[in-house]
Each structure stands twice: as structure tokens, then as C-alpha cells.
């Protein structure tokens, strides 16, 4: 057995057990059980898979930053709140709900990422509305569309943009020039798209005064945006964005536990740090799959292609890649774009088209299928953990109509 066919069947096996087994076994041990198996397998070394970790430390911070300011804000009760005021807003409209609760959804992703507005918006949507008494499915799938269709906006929105974003060298303004155009686009085609296919038959009206959330302090919020603000700076600058990120939850934590000691420890429990074994452990993969040679082809192709078809080379980028998202999943598509980035296939300006097309696509790609981020696989968990069981294609209809059309919005964005 060779160690290319060896290296295939690992990535294979550990990206199906995510995707499809995510409910059976947790997808950190998954990507972790892969990555041991590329060190056994003798594909991949141990010095060659610290190197790979040191050299992405960054990353791994930005991911153990986010996740200890998800837990913060979940403690604080800062999504219930925000959930409240679209309530009160919309004053009564089951049609305004809706619309102010994917400009919430919409705002959540974009400076705290799309994973942060499924795992955490889903559930308090679906608890609103049930006090409501209006429909769930349409809030909370329309929750997760928004979610990844507004996530290629700044390179904190999405996981994946900053991975991109890393590997290419693209600092804010460099990142704001080549995506944010195209994924402003993308994002307003989702809003429109959305409201015609739910919103026009949300009719029903409810009393806002039937629901209630604490408001976190002043303090908090102010310090929630200004965190915001500290990591799209750190990006401009060049700084590490992930020491911003994990300065940041800290300081949110010393806020909490200055107020009560106990919901900082429970703000502490909340945090997922296996985020930071999963990626951790998809960078070792993915990297075993280059040791073995296989991504060598792929790459020197690809770079062809688009270098063959230059003028559309960022839209292109942005179909392969979504579509790829979608049957490997878009976390290990973002390492393997890192991969081949780092090629010398890719240089110059087709590197660069390459990335913000890769981004684009990485981001709202995975709209089509349950399957096609970590956000989407979760989706359908979130929402029968909180006792509704959602049909296949009652996520595959709009999924699929919501990504053809913001895939357009971007593809002719990019021109």
C-alpha cells in the first residue's frame, strides 16, 4: 500500500466521519484520530507536524480567542438580548421579526463569525418564536443561510476567510478590496431571496412583551464592539488577529467575573477549546495528504486553468471551491487551498484571484447542503435538539436556491 493511496483513504475516512458520523462521534476526535493515523501511517512525522502547528499559531489562537468570546457573550446573555430588541422593534410583525432577526443574524456573523450565529442565534430564535407562536423553520433555516451568506465580509466573519486570508498575505484593506464587494453582493441576494421565500408569509403578529432578557451591562457591550474593532485592527496592522482574539475574550471574562465569579467559571465551561483540536488536527491532515504527493496535481492543474482562463479566474475559484466545499466540507478546503497557495504553481496576481475566489466560495458555498461547513452540519443537530425535526429537503430547497443565487451576486461582483 502506498503512502499516497494510504494518505487518500485517512482524509477520506476522517472527512466522512465528520460530515456524516458528527452526531455519533465529536468531530475534533475525529480529525484527531485522522491525524494520529498520518503519524502512524508514517505519512506524516512528528517534527513535520509541529512545524506545521507552529507555523499556523495564529490561526489556532484566532479559533481559542473566538471561542472564549462566544462563551462570554452566551454567559452575558448578549444574543437573548440583541434577540429581544429585533422583538420589540419589530413591535408586533411577525414579518418584521424576520427581517430584523437575519439583520441580527446578518451583524453576528459578520464581526463574530457564522459559527457563532448558528450555534448560538439558532436555538434563541427557535425559543422566541415558540413564544411567539409563530413558525420555526423558516427563522431558524433562514438563520443559517444568512449566516454563511453574509460570512465572506471581513476576515474574522468566517473561520475559513482568516485561514485564506493568512496563507495569501491579505491584510484588511487588501481583504476589503478583493472580497468585500463581492460578498456585500452575495449577503443583499440572500436578504432579498430570503424575504421572498419565508418573509412574505410571515402575516402572523405576537405581543413583543411576552419574552424578556436581561441586558449585559453597558460595560460589556461597549467592550464586546470595541473587541470587534481590536481584531479588525490587528488585521490593518498586520498584528496577529488571533492574540487580539484571545486578548479580547479575557478581557470579557474579567468583566464577568467582576461581577459574578460563578458565571465566569460557567463562561469558562461554555468555551469549546476542542475547536482548537480540530484545527489543529485538519492542518496535520491536510499536510499528510501533501507529504504524500497528492496534492501536487490537483494544484499544478488547477493553476493552469485558472491562469488559462485569467479574466474569471476569482468567480471560477469561487464555483470549484464551493462546490468542493460541499462534498468535503469547507474547513479541510481551506487547508488544502493553504496548501496550494504555498505551491509554486501559485504566484503573483493568479494567487491572489485564486484566494479571494476561494474565499467567496468556502463562505457561502456550504448553503447548498447540511454537510458543507461545520455551521451547516450542525444546523439540523441544533434545531432537533430543540424538538424540531426538519425535513431533508425542506433545507435542500431554499439551500440550494440561496446558493445558485448568491453565488451569482458574487461571481458578477468580482467584475
Not at 39 to 54: C, D, K, Q, R
Not at 223 to 231: D, E
Not at 382 to 392: E, F, K, P, S, W
Request: hydrophobic content about 60%; overall charge neutral; charged content about 10%.
Amino acid at each position: 500500500m502506498t503512502h499516497g493511496f494510504l494518505a487518500g483513504a485517512i482524509f477520506a475516512l476522517t472527512i466522512g466521519a465528520i460530515v456524516f458520523l458528527a452526531e455519533r462521534i465529536s468531530e475534533w476526535k475525529a480529525a484527531l484520530i485522522g491525524a494520529c493515523l498520518m503519524l502512524l501511517g508514517g505519512i506524516e512525522t512528528v517534527p513535520s507536524a509541529w512545524a506545521t502547528l507552529l507555523a499556523e499559531w495564529d490561526v489556532l489562537l484566532f479559533f481559542a480567542g473566538l471561542a472564549v468570546i462566544v462563551a462570554a457573550a452566551e454567559e452575558s446573555q448578549l444574543f437573548a438580548w440583541l434577540a429581544q430588541v429585533a422583538a420589540r422593534v419589530a413591535d408586533g410583525s411577525g414579518r418584521r421579526l424576520y427581517f430584523a432577526v437575519l439583520c441580527v443574524a446578518g451583524i453576528v456573523t459578520v464581526f463574530f463569525t457564522n459559527d457563532a450565529a448558528v450555534l448560538v442565534m439558532i436555538p434563541l430564535v427557535a425559543q422566541l418564536v415558540r413564544t411567539f407562536g409563530l413558525p420555526v423553520a423558516p427563522f431558524a433555516l433562514s438563520v443559517a443561510f444568512i449566516a454563511n451568506a453574509a460570512s465572506a465580509l471581513l476576515p474574522i466573519s468566517n473561520p475559513t476567510n482568516y485561514i485564506i486570508a493568512q496563507a495569501a498575505g491579505l491584510t484588511l484593506f487588501p481583504y476589503l478590496r478583493l472580497v468585500a464587494l463581492p460578498g456585500l453582493a452575495a449577503a443583499a441576494a440572500a436578504l432579498l431571496f430570503l424575504w421572498l421565500f419565508f418573509g412574505r408569509r410571515m402575516r402572523a403578529t405576537y405581543d413583543p412583551a411576552a419574552t424578556a432578557a436581561k441586558a449585559p451591562t453597558l460595560v460589556f457591550r461597549l467592550t464586546f464592539g470595541l473587541v470587534a474593532v481590536a481584531m479588525l485592527t490587528a488585521s490593518a496592522l498586520h498584528f496577529p488577529v488571533g492574540a487580539a482574539a484571545i486578548g479580547g475574550g479575557a478581557v470579557l471574562i474579567l468583566l464577568i467575573a467582576i461581577e459574578s465569579g460563578k458565571q465566569a467559571a460557567s463562561a469558562l465551561r461554555r468555551t469549546h477549546v476542542s475547536i482548537v483540536v480540530l484545527v489543529a488536527s485538519l492542518f496535520v491532515v491536510v499536510d499528510g495528504l501533501r507529504h504524500a504527493g497528492l496534492l501536487d496535481a490537483p494544484t499544478r492543474w488547477l493553476a493552469e486553468v485558472l491562469h488559462a482562463h485569467d479574466a474569471i479566474a476569482a468567480p471560477l475559484s469561487a464555483l470549484l471551491m464551493a462546490l468542493a466545499s460541499n462534498v468535503a466540507n469547507n474547513l479541510p478546503m481551506s487547508m488544502v487551498a493553504v496548501q496550494m497557495l504555498h505551491h509554486d504553481a501559485f504566484s503573483g496576481a493568479g494567487a491572489t484571484r485564486f484566494a479571494a475566489g476561494t474565499i467567496v466560495g468556502l463562505a457561502i458555498g456550504p448553503n447548498l447542503t447540511p454537510v458543507g461547513s461545520l455551521s451547516t452540519i450542525l444546523v439540523l443537530i441544533t434545531l432537533r435538539r430543540t424538538g424540531l425535526q426538519v425535513a431533508l429537503h425542506e433545507y435542500l430547497v431554499p439551500g440550494a436556491l440561496v446558493t445558485a443565487i448568491t453565488l451569482l451576486a458574487a461571481a458578477l461582483a468580482f467584475f
